[in-house]
């Protein structure tokens, strides 16, 4: 396996800084909120994990039948024609659907290289530990850092095709104005032929939805506050983790399910040498989970300035990914 580590991309002190002028910024905003792109240190990691092994997290297992059962009828509507390309996968984590597609692509003589972006430096480790065992002649280029920067950082490294994968309905993880802003900023990236593959959880009934988000074990709950112990320990804050607690909305008709924390007392919390006082039963805002109609998602693709070639459904037609081709 051919493996090409990417520098260090950020001083410590830089990145602290910018995790505690993120942090302070959200808590002073009304109301209070907090990004969800820090849920992902060691912890959030292996929370996450639990939840995609959750039965109630339907989201996992519908896109992981996408890929294993139609990874061939996806490469069609790719339209390869037999030149190198590279697949590029926007917040990769551990890979368990896109691995399918990397193998299909190997089998059939496919030319690419595969580069996945992450944020966390600890899951692209265990990437490439797993893609040396299962997948050795595979050229991998891992990239930690943001989504775009990297983006960026792959036209300085390869002219080749782009097949840009961003999976796991983590579009959703925005509002449907800052999605299709996202859409648009992958698409002034990107050139004529090159392909976006981008996976979207379908509306569908609320019940099933809430219950993936509101789990009885509480994962979702722990995953959650978890970032505020991530706080606590990088930005030597001193949350109390017992005054919050986790709550779980959905909206049918807009398809935005919503994640918060509650405070229940009022209490101050001291971060970064600032004070951040907390009224009893005030919220802060975590993570919206955007639900789509296959209306709102051809609109989203053309508005961004994609031609939608295709929709591949999951066998429940619970959850699709959209293909879409830089026009």
């Known amino acids: 396996m051919k493996i090409h580590l990417d520098e260090d991309l950020s001083n410590d002190n830089t990145a602290k800084s910018d995790f505690c002028t993120d942090v302070l910024k959200g808590l002073k905003h009304n109301p209070k909120k907090l990004s969800s792109k820090y849920f992902y240190d060691k912890q959030g990691d292996k929370l996450f994990q639990k939840i995609m092994d959750m039965p109630e997290y339907y989201l996992t297992n519908c896109e992981l039948d996408i890929f294993k059962n139609k990874s061939n009828e996806i490469t069609q509507n790719l339209q390869l024609e037999n030149q190198p390309f590279d697949v590029i996968e926007l917040g990769s984590g551990d890979a368990t659907k896109s691995k399918h597609l990397l193998n299909f692509l190997k089998k059939n003589s496919f030319d690419f290289n595969y580069m996945p972006i992450d944020i966390s430096g600890n899951i692209l480790h265990e990437l490439q530990k797993d893609l040396a065992t299962e997948m050795p002649d595979l050229t991998v280029i891992p990239l930690e850092g943001e989504y775009f920067e990297m983006l960026e950082k792959v036209s300085g490294i390869s002219t080749r095709k782009k097949v840009v ?126 639900k789509y109609s296959i209306e709102e998602i051809a609109k989203m693709g053309q508005s961004a300035g994609f031609h939608v070639v295709e929709n591949i459904y999951d066998s429940k037609k619970w959850f699709v990914d959209s293909i879409w081709h830089v026009i």
């Open 165 to 290: 994968l961003f999976l796991g309905a983590n579009i959703g993880n925005m509002t449907k104005k800052e999605a299709l802003q996202f859409c648009a900023e992958i698409r002034s990236r990107l050139n004529a032929g090159d392909v976006l593959l981008i996976g979207f959880d379908l509306k569908k009934n609320p019940h099933i939805i809430l219950k993936a988000y509101n789990d009885p074990a509480g994962i979702t709950a722990a995953f959650n506050l978890n970032l505020l112990t991530r706080i606590n320990r990088e930005l030597d804050a001193d949350f109390n983790i017992e005054n919050f607690r986790h709550y779980q909305s959905y909206e049918p008709d807009s398809g935005a399910c919503r994640s918060f924390l509650i405070s229940l007392q009022a209490q101050t919390v001291n971060i970064c040498d600032e004070k951040i006082l907390f009224d009893e039963n005030e919220l802060i805002d975590m993570e919206v989970s955007q």
